[in-house]
């Protein structure tokens, strides 16, 4: 029932764009926490045929789990017969084509769902074969003794998106009806007994949660493991209570930490704004941060200098 993760991926899984952008800002900050860890802790790549391994690279070993908790997620996906949801209106499309993708389906191209998609591009690019790769900064090693991190291959955004469509219902209770809390026990169960979390602790292990409702009832489980997340918004409350302390402004590190976890970026979904050819634009939209999540947004925006854009 488990998968050894052996095979070779299909030239066509893993183009060269925006996803190994944000393959290298994950590993190359999960590579900057281990080097703290272990100093604090003594005791289209059709044309990617070059293999060039950075010398900071960070050696990753891919847990043992089903096939049915990653890939196997994305075909029961794909096998719906219809999803009406928003922004679904491109997957039903891709779904009526009825096309055999073999052993690595796509992700989904529902906005929705795809700006979440780092934990299929990480996955991609450790299933790549090293020839195939350039200026990766992941090199995936098959023995546990020889990784700095163990990469949990768990699609768990994919996981909880299903289950939102089958039945919303019951997605935030511990019934037999939620399949995607059963996919959610079953990783901790796994992984949890395995020698390698057992000798850590769980400290050198990768989840990716970019999801805010990723593995939305174990998270106290996982919370001693590096957590890849897009912001701490849907940690939040849950953070503060077990804290006991009546700030609401501060992160604690109950579950969340930026001394241990990853900030990765959402995965680009609108098109380059290419400066060169946007010479008269006088006026920046932006992003100023304080995002809560479910809360409002503050947007700025800068207007004409006379030096250009501000």
């Given amino acids: 029932m488990t998968q050894t993760h052996k095979s070779k991926m ?17 590993l190359l900050s999960i590579s900057i926490f281990i080097l703290f860890f272990h100093s604090s802790n003594s005791t289209n790549p059709t044309s990617l045929y070059s ?9 990753v070993y891919i847990a043992d789990i089903p096939r049915s908790l990653n890939y196997g997620i994305l075909e029961n996906y794909w096998s719906l017969d219809n999803d009406n949801r928003i922004g679904s209106e491109v997957d039903n499309v891709i779904r009526r084509q009825k096309k055999n993708y073999g052993d690595f389906p796509l992700y989904p191209e529902n906005p929705i769902i795809k700006q979440y998609s780092a934990e299929y591009w990480i996955m991609a690019d450790l299933m790549t074969p090293e020839r195939l790769k350039i200026e990766s900064f992941s090199k995936r090693v098959f023995s546990v003794e020889e ?3 163990i990469f949990v291959p ?7 998106e299903l289950q939102l469509i089958l039945n919303k219902g019951v997605f935030r209770k511990k019934v037999k009806e939620n399949e995607d809390y059963a996919r959610q026990r079953m990783v901790v169960d796994l992984v949890k007994k395995s020698e390698a979390w057992l000798r850590s602790g769980g400290r050198d292990h990768v989840f990716v949660l970019t999801d805010p409702v990723a593995m939305y009832h174990v998270r106290d489980e996982i919370a001693p493991a590096i957590l890849l997340v897009v912001d701490f918004g849907g940690w939040y409350r849950i953070d503060s209570k077990a804290s006991n302390e009546s700030s609401s402004g501060a992160i604690h590190h109950t579950q969340v930490s930026l001394l241990k976890d990853v900030i990765v970026p959402y995965t680009h ?4 704004l290419l400066i060169s050819n946007n010479q008269n634009r006088k006026t920046l939209l932006y992003f ?4 809560h999540r479910h809360r409002d947004v503050r947007l700025g925006v800068s207007g004409p200098k006379t030096d250009g854009l501000d």
Avoid: E, H, M
């Fill in 288 to 291: 100023k941060g304080a995002k």
């Fill in 51 to 59: 293999q060039y391994t950075l010398p900071n690279s960070i050696k």
């Fill in 147 to 149: 990784a700095d991190v």
């Fill in 10 to 26: 299909p030239l066509n899984i893993l183009p060269s764009s925006i996803p190994s952008l944000l393959i290298s800002i994950c």
């Fill in 154 to 160: 768990f699609f768990a955004t994919v996981s909880a």
């Fill in 269 to 272: 979904l609108l098109p380059r």
